[in-house]
């Protein structure tokens, strides 16, 4: 048992049936914005708080995979949500809006994983039929939660990321056409002492790696063996110490390896190391990935979004910073043509 | 599809193969103190701060639940855990400290049985063997994260319920001898626009009549087929506005309805509504409602935590309070023979 301890494997192949993608204007500006679904000229979406505007993101995302699977809330059995605001309210109030039975997550950036891996057991396990899940960011309401208000004006440290403003949702389901969810690895916390709070790609690397590898041993598959394997939000600095550690470890990364928030942002946008937060594998992989997955030019992906457990409380009563990484691997269905 | 949507069953009956339940001082002198596996004298447990003793109550409980199943935390698949501090905290440094695969949810105080669907489901569905599901909270963690500092010496609302110090766990396995989990029904995010923060037991009994009546409606069961109904921490108020509800729908509570909260503490204890908090129908449902399933008293129980899935910003910014139910419902094992 111990070898296989928490990689899950889905034999009725769940299929991802209808994906979407919302991002900020300047995400909309990043490498992805022929991919992305919907751009937003304006940060606030029309709302007046920035939780309010994250909340509503969200709400758009959920509410269009669903339309983009041809199904209505109606038909949906379960939300599979979270996102990183205080008692994840961008979820809990999305879920109400929709009157849709919701398992509310907290995975920090992990989530879009967390999600898909019970997403995929609800419809793998015939329990029920139509999943929802998502989870959104906003940089401005992550800011003023996590670190400083934004009329401060702070300058960043060289080591930080940026926390995307940006959603993305699936819906998964045993009918219908679409990729297929084949096995999930549910990641430990791993915590290598990092107390930096704005490095935290070095903080989510270790998680990352104990996760890769423990899916590639339980699943007897190496690196190779997938088209593309992807972290969560690392980031520049964060993806480039995973590619070392997992070469100390006799793997090597270096063919087929990206990370989220390392590519979500051009260069000329300084950025500094990238982008971060839920919102952002979220909304990477319910588009690029999938059009990629969708146009052959992936047939195997391991999607593995990764997060930093900490709150402010936590890191000012002296604690370092806990990450996660959940793997999820997807296969390409050939019967899928449109790229939604 | 419509008429059955979110209750899943669990056709291979995964069992609860271990539990335990530690409490603070004020909750050993309540109600359910021959109950209670521990008892702490010391509410910080030797920590210096209130968050560090909440989580290692948490981790104390975990621990032994798996020592009471016979198994060590190698055994463990998976932990699922939740709890009710920013950022669940308390579950991510205890699953950093168990090493064991983790998937964090939030769930307000609807946490235990969330996690007792999700345990149910790795389990049910073949996915893993052994899963360890718990949460717990702290009053004066909770105090100073929802409320106001201790310092204050506030005077509280008659309305208002006491966030218990305690913790509940429970191994759920395919293996071993347990009572049964049968089904669950996944709650929906009800809310009857209350927004008194002094008042969770109002806002969250909706959510309790929804979860229930969907329930009993997907099991084709009524109120009488289960020997207790038991509600989270709905509190003295909440539990009435539920009998009321209900009765309003053609349902009567009346012979086998308890709620956790309400029970926890006794008349003289002065927490006006009684208990509250993710740690209160964890650790009631981990000592006393297992006891009396192992003794024969109860053959059938419906356990449905409530949550309340507000944060201060979400009451801050105007916002009504959210409510949610899981239900989880547990046959007795009569090969179980000794209280753990």
């Known amino acids: 048992m111990q070898n296989n301890r928490s990689t899950l494997f889905f034999k009725n192949k769940p299929m991802i049936i209808g994906n979407y993608s919302t991002v900020g204007s300047k995400e909309g500006h990043g490498n992805f914005s022929k991919y992305f679904h919907c751009v937003l000229d304006d940060d606030k979406f029309g709302e007046k708080t920035f939780e309010k505007a994250e909340r509503k993101i969200l709400e758009h995302t959920l509410n269009h995979a669903v339309k983009g699977a041809n199904l209505t809330m109606d038909d949906i059995n379960v939300l599979v ?3 990183l605001l205080n008692q994840i ?3 809990t109030f999305a ?3 929709f009157g849709v039975p919701y ?5 920090a950036c992990s989530t879009m994983t967390e999600g898909l891996t019970l997403s995929a057991m609800l419809v793998d396990g015939k329990y029920v039929k139509n999943v ?3 989870t959104g960011t906003h940089f401005s309401s992550a800011e003023r939660q996590y670190r400083n208000p934004l009329e401060l004006g702070n300058q960043r440290p060289q080591t930080s990321q940026w926390t995307i403003t940006g959603a993305g949702a699936s819906v998964i389901s045993s009918e219908g056409v679409g990729h297929y969810i084949v096995s999930a690895t549910i990641g430990k916390v791993v915590d290598y002492d990092v107390k ?4 935290m790609g070095a903080a989510m690397a270790p998680a990352a790696m104990d996760t890769l590898i423990t899916h590639f041993k339980n699943t007897n598959t190496k690196p190779e063996d997938y088209d593309l394997i992807l972290t969560g939000d690392l980031g520049k600095l964060g993806s480039e110490i995973l590619i070392d550690l997992m070469e100390n470890k006799g793997y090597n990364l270096r063919e087929n390896y990206c990370d989220c928030g390392h590519m979500v942002y051009s260069d000329t946008q300084k950025t500094h190391q990238g982008g971060s937060g839920a919102g952002c594998s979220a909304s990477v992989f319910n588009s690029y990935v999938l059009a990629k997955l969708t146009d052959g030019s992936y047939k195997r992906v391991l999607f593995c979004a990764t997060g930093a457990l900490l709150s402010t409380l936590s890191s000012q009563q002296g604690d370092s910073i806990p990450g996660i990484c959940h793997a999820v691997e997807i296969i390409r269905n050939e019967k ?3 790229w939604r």
């Open 336 to 338: 899928v043509k449109k």
């Open 95 to 97: 879920a109400r809006k």
């Open 132 to 134: 929802l899940c998502g």
């Open 103 to 107: 398992l509310g997550l907290y995975g």
């Open 89 to 91: 309210i961008s979820s």
């Open 196 to 199: 930096d709070v704005n490095n």
């Open 81 to 83: 949500c979270g996102d």
